[in-house]
């Protein structure tokens, strides 16, 4: 069995009973034909680049996969035939490559004056822009232009 993962993009007009609906055939279209689903994320309602099909947004869901290399023309022959389906792509993942590392702060790095820094945190002596008495910070008294 390979990892897979595909996107496809419903309509948004659909109620929200309907894009369940094609969220769990698809989701039983998979399992039924011998594949394992490990994930699905539902994305949201997200906007176009370009309209598609007169629509300027869509419903996005990701599921991820493993099933054979023959099931996938299947499954998009599900999606063609799906006329709430507004795109969708499927894409094999090498998972030696693509495997899901935990996410690790950044090594501290020095900043202007040498001292180390973490990216994520803010410095204890720093200061709001503009905050009283900074040299910097614009004129409030100014003389406005009057023609």
Same mark, same amino acid.
């Given at each position: 069995?390979?990892?897979?993962?595909?996107?496809?993009?419903?309509?948004?007009?659909?109620?929200?009973?309907?894009?369940?609906?094609?969220?769990?055939?698809?989701?039983?279209?998979?399992?039924?034909?011998?594949?394992?689903?490990?994930?699905?994320?539902?994305?949201?309602?997200?906007?176009?680049?370009?309209?598609? /099909? *007169?629509? &300027?947004?869509?419903?996005?869901?990701?599921?991820?996969?493993?099933?054979?290399?023959?099931?996938? !023309?299947?499954? =998009?022959?599900?999606?063609?035939?799906?006329?709430?389906?507004?795109?969708?792509?499927?894409?094999?993942?090498?998972?030696?490559?693509?495997?899901?590392?935990?996410?690790?702060?950044?090594?501290?790095?020095?900043?202007?004056?040498?001292?180390?820094?973490?990216?994520?945190?803010?410095? /204890? *002596?720093? &200061?709001?822009?503009?905050?009283?008495?900074?040299?910097?910070?614009?004129?409030?008294?100014?003389? !406005?232009?009057? =023609?």
């Amino acid at each position: 069995m390979v990892t897979y993962e595909t996107i496809f993009i419903v309509r948004p007009d659909l109620t929200q009973e309907e894009i369940d609906t094609n969220l769990e055939f698809f989701k039983g279209n998979i399992e039924q034909n011998g594949g394992e689903i490990l994930k699905v994320e539902p994305w949201g309602k997200l906007s176009f680049a370009y309209e598609v /099909e *007169d629509y &300027r947004d869509g419903y996005y869901f990701l599921i991820q996969y493993k099933a054979g290399g023959n099931y996938n !023309e299947e499954l =998009e022959k599900r999606y063609r035939y799906s006329e709430d389906v507004l795109r969708f792509c499927i894409v094999k993942i090498d998972e030696k490559k693509f495997k899901l590392k935990p996410r690790k702060d950044p090594a501290p790095r020095p900043d202007r004056k040498g001292k180390k820094v973490n990216p994520r945190r803010p410095r /204890e *002596d720093s &200061r709001t822009p503009f905050e009283e008495g900074d040299e910097a910070a614009p004129e409030t008294d100014a003389e !406005e232009i009057s =023609e």
